[in-house]
């Protein structure tokens, strides 16, 4: 399979990438905005390929992510867009750039990523969206996080509005809304809190979901979630 992890260089993310890794025969690109994250994981790995970028400042550089992705890869079987963005503080005291670099990271980042690559997914291929259960409609919310929720329910509805824009391509899409996870962005969230899943093992559940959820789900928004968060 080749497959693109946008943002695999902590957390979630990289642990996505560590287990689709151990398949040789998978290709994979990730994503992220810590080079030496980057380079440790390709380095590590011989069918992992970097790409240094910020999702909050992906319009001025699609165009060499998409001539890198058309390349290495040529076409891809599998997004799993999981770079997120998230600045604990109350709406009140959000200032616009704040709020604007949450919104460009969590939904019109991936969104574009996904508009630059479905020329190169064939029928048959997957996107999955990462978004939170704070982006589920009727879940508990919490004070300091309305931007980081409302930019994850937008990826959410995103997904299901792109099922009919996609059909007739065969390209399935699917969005994992993920409750807590013992990862560096819960503990900014909620410090102290421990999740009843780490890292790794919603890693595996988000991997192999990207490999075969397309078999039974499309346009879905499917809450992964033990506890509240």
């Known amino acids: 399979m080749n497959i693109i992890v946008n943002g695999g260089t902590r957390g979630?993310?990289?642990?996505?990438?560590?287990y689709l890794a151990?398949?040789?025969?998978?290709q994979i690109i990730i994503t992220g905005r810590n080079e030496q994250a980057l380079n440790s994981l390709s380095t590590r790995y011989k069918n992992v390929k970097?790409?240094?970028?910020?999702?909050?400042?992906?319009d001025g550089q699609q165009e060499k992510f998409r001539e890198m992705v058309s390349s290495a890869l040529g076409r891809v079987d599998i997004l799993i867009n999981v770079a997120g963005l998230l600045i604990a503080k109350d709406f009140l005291v959000m200032t616009n750039d704040e709020a604007r670099m949450i919104m460009e990271t969590n939904f019109f980042g991936p969104a574009s990523l996904i508009r630059i690559l479905k020329p190169m997914m064939p029928a048959g291929s997957h996107i999955v969206n990462?978004?939170?259960m704070g982006g589920f409609q009727g879940s508990t919310k919490y004070k300091g996080l309305s931007y980081y929720s409302a930019s994850k329910a937008a990826l959410a509805c995103l997904t299901e509005c792109l099922v009919n824009?996609?059909?007739?391509y065969g390209i399935s899409i699917n969005c994992l809304a993920l409750g807590a996870v013992q990862t560096e962005m819960l503990d900014?969230?909620?410090p102290g809190y421990k999740a009843p899943v780490?890292?790794?093992?919603m890693a595996a559940f988000?991997?192999?979901?990207?490999?075969?959820?397309?078999k039974f789900f499309n346009g879905k928004i499917l809450p992964v979630a033990v506890g509240n968060p």
């Open 50 to 58: 970097s790409f240094c970028l910020d999702m909050s400042l992906f």
């Open 165 to 168: 824009e996609f059909t007739d």
């Open 206 to 214: 988000i991997s192999d979901f990207a490999l075969n959820g397309h």
């Open 12 to 18: 979630i993310g990289k642990e996505v990438v560590i």
């Open 130 to 132: 990462i978004s939170s």
């Open 22 to 26: 151990q398949d040789i025969n998978n």
């Open 198 to 201: 780490d890292a790794k093992q």
């Open 188 to 190: 900014e969230a909620f």
